[in-house]
Every structure is written in structure tokens, then in C-alpha cells.
């Protein structure tokens, strides 16, 4: 193990640490500047039949689903096709409508999920086209999706996925690139998002070298009871998964909300004791997320702002800056520190990191 961890404290340290190569990685061979696109050949897909498709649909668990989100938004942005994600769970349960003209795409780090399988054999036997987006080379679901995009994380140890998870979506950006490629996104938008795509993992590297600075905001908080993650828009499956990772692995009851819900129910629940997370890309919303932060601020819950806009100072109680890069790839960054501050509350808790309690890498029972 000792050597495995290539003297990291634990995997998860390791795993994040290693972001910048694993994006490098997934990358390779796959970006064409010239005609400002994505090469997916594992998708066994042609333009005709990329042209073909009239929604996508992401099917994930857990952190996968959260990427699945975070795709879906990728999708509708560049390529204008309508498209969401699914607990792939829930889509096995609830007798699916089975749209020819979709695709669906089963998102899964291990992929040996069995609640993502069950919904690839369900939507196989109704005749759905689906592909995998799979780090595990020859895992069931790689297998019986036939076609898609591998993931090339690396091996990943920690229950709490992290390389995959910063790999689904740099691989959702380049699908995403190539449905609007096909259709009406133009050669310079697809430029800037290859450009966007290659400054991603030195702009992982400089949100890691925040470590210090985000352990010492994570000490201050460890004490909490309840966390609140909030976003908007892109925002939103940020703050999702930035709330997963804090349960996983600190087991702090962290809720994650849209913004502009909390004042329909939640904000009742905000004091001193409550910290808020809230996620600000540099978006149109800054104002409306500058609103939420007031909000809050004046119930005298703490706030945290993980950001790459310029704020006004002393807004909030902590802010942690990411790099600004093309506004639709913000997730990708944003979501770096939220692993970093969930790593370094348990860390403060004395949590089992790589191990917790009651979960399990990958499930493959019911
Ligand atoms: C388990 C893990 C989660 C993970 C989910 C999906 O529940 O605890 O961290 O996101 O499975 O795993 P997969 O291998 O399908 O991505």
C-alpha cells in the first residue's frame, strides 16, 4: 500500500492530487484544433447518426448522477438538444418510456454499478441506444453498452470519487462538443471550448495549490452539525456533489439546494450554526447569488463562496478562487475545492478518508 500511495496519506489525497494528468489523459488524441471539435471514436456514432439525436440522457449513482447533471447542461448549452440526467436507479424502477431518437449515455467510475447495468439492460431490451462512459475497461457496463467513451481516471481506491468524477465531465464536455459541432455550434465556439478544454488541468493544478489555505477553512467549519450547498444553473449539480462528498466522507449532514428554493422552506433553518457553501460561477446570476449570500448573511448563517467572479469584498465570511476559464467548463474547477474542503473536514474529524462507514466503492447488490 505503502508504495501504492506513492507516500500520500491516503488515496483520496493521491486521486485528487493526480487531476491535472488524468484530464491530460482523457484529452489525448481526442481534440482537433483544426476544425475546432472532439474525436470520440469509441462512440461508434458517424455525424449522420450524431445528427440524428434528439435528447441525451445521463444514468448514474451517487457522484456519477451528479456529473450526469452536470453533462446534461453541456449538452443543452453547445448542442441546443434537450437533455437531463437520472438516478439510474430510479430509471430501472419506474417503467421508462424508451425514446428511439435518444441517447442515453450510463455513467459509472467502476462500472460495475448494478442499478446503472439493470438500466442499460432495460433500455437494450426496449430497444434505446445507449452508450457507456466507464473508467473500468472491461466491466460489465463497458460490455454491455458495446460502444462509448472510457474515462482513462486511472485506477481509483477512494469511496469518494474523484479523478473519475473531474474525468465524466471533461469527457461530457467533449461529447457535448461534438453534438454542436454536428449542428450549429460554430468553429470558433468549438475553438474556444478545445482552448478551454487544454488550459483545464494547469488550472486543476493552481486550485490544489490552494490546499493550506482551504484545510484552514475546513478546521473552522468541522464543528457543524449541517451544512447547506447552494448553486443556480451551473451552479446546482456543483453544489450536489459538493454536498455528497461532505456527507461521504465527514458524515456532516449537508443539504444541497437551488439558490432561489431556500427561501421556499429552507432558509428557516439558517443560523449561526448552519454554514452555508455557495457556489458563484461568473455567470449572468452573479447578483442573484450575490442576493442568496445576503440572504443568509443577514439570518447570521456563516458563508462560504467557492467562485472565479469578482466579488465584492467582504461579502462573505470565506472565499475560495478558482481560475476563470470558458464560462461553460466553470463546473469542472468549481467543483475541485468542494473535494479539497470535504477532505480536509473529515481529515479534521479523524474520519476513516478512504474507507467510511456504510459505504462501498462500487455496488454490486441490491
Ligand atoms: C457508490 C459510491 C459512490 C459512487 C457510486 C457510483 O455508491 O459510494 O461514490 O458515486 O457508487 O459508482 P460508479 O462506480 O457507478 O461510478
Not at 438516478?87 to 431518437?101: G, L, T
Amino acid at each position: 500500500d505503502d508504495y501504492e500511495l506513492g507516500g500520500h496519506t491516503d488515496f483520496m489525497r493521491k486521486e485528487m492530487a493526480e487531476q491535472p494528468e488524468a484530464i491530460a489523459r482523457a484529452l489525448r488524441g481526442r481534440l482537433d484544433e483544426r476544425f475546432a471539435t472532439a474525436h470520440l471514436g469509441g462512440l461508434g456514432l458517424d455525424p449522420m447518426a450524431l445528427r440524428a439525436v434528439k435528447r441525451v440522457k445521463f444514468l448514474g449513482c451517487g457522484s456519477a448522477y451528479y456529473a450526469g447533471q452536470m453533462g446534461a447542461a453541456l449538452v443543452e448549452e453547445l448542442a441546443r438538444i434537450p437533455a437531463d440526467a437520472e438516478p439510474a436507479s430510479e430509471f430501472r424502477y419506474r417503467n421508462p418510456v424508451v425514446d428511439p431518437d435518444a441517447l442515453y449515455v450510463a455513467v459509472s467510475q467502476s462500472g460495475e454499478t448494478i442499478d446503472t447495468l439493470a438500466a442499460v439492460q432495460e433500455l437494450r431490451r426496449k430497444g434505446g441506444r445507449v452508450i457507456g462512459a466507464v473508467n473500468v475497461v472491461g466491466s460489465a457496463i463497458a460490455r454491455e453498452c458495446g460502444s462509448g467513451v472510457f474515462l482513462h481516471a486511472g485506477p481509483e481506491v477512494s469511496v469518494a470519487s474523484t479523478k473519475a468524477l473531474t474525468n465524466m465531465t471533461v469527457s461530457f464536455a467533449m461529447l457535448a462538443l461534438l453534438l454542436g459541432r454536428v449542428r450549429d455550434l460554430s468553429a470558433a465556439a468549438g475553438a474556444r471550448i478545445v482552448t478551454g478544454l487544454r488550459a483545464l488541468p494547469g488550472q486543476v493544478e493552481r486550485v490544489l495549490a490552494d490546499d493550506a489555505e482551504i484545510a484552514r477553512i475546513a478546521k473552522r467549519y468541522a464543528h457543524a452539525r449541517h451544512m447547506f450547498f447552494l448553486g443556480r444553473v451551473s451552479g446546482w449539480p456543483v453544489a450536489r456533489e459538493g454536498a455528497q462528498k461532505l456527507k461521504e466522507i465527514s458524515y456532516i449532514h449537508a443539504e444541497a439546494y437551488q439558490a432561489a428554493e431556500l427561501k421556499h422552506g429552507p432558509l428557516a433553518l439558517v443560523d449561526a450554526d448552519m454554514p452555508s457553501v455557495v457556489i458563484v460561477p461568473a455567470d449572468d446570476l452573479v447578483a442573484k447569488n450575490i442576493g442568496t449570500i445576503e440572504q443568509v448573511k443577514a439570518r447570521g448563517g456563516p458563508v462560504i463562496v467557492i467562485t472565479n467572479a469578482d466579488l465584492p469584498d467582504g461579502l462573505a465570511d470565506e472565499v475560495i478562487r478558482v481560475p476563470r476559464g470558458e464560462p461553460e467548463l466553470d463546473p469542472i474547477l468549481l467543483t475541485i475545492p468542494l473535494q479539497l474542503l470535504a477532505y480536509h473536514t473529515a481529515s479534521a474529524l479523524g474520519r476513516d478518508i478512504d474507507k467510511p462507514r456504510n459505504l462501498a466503492k462500487s455496488v454490486t447488490v441490491e
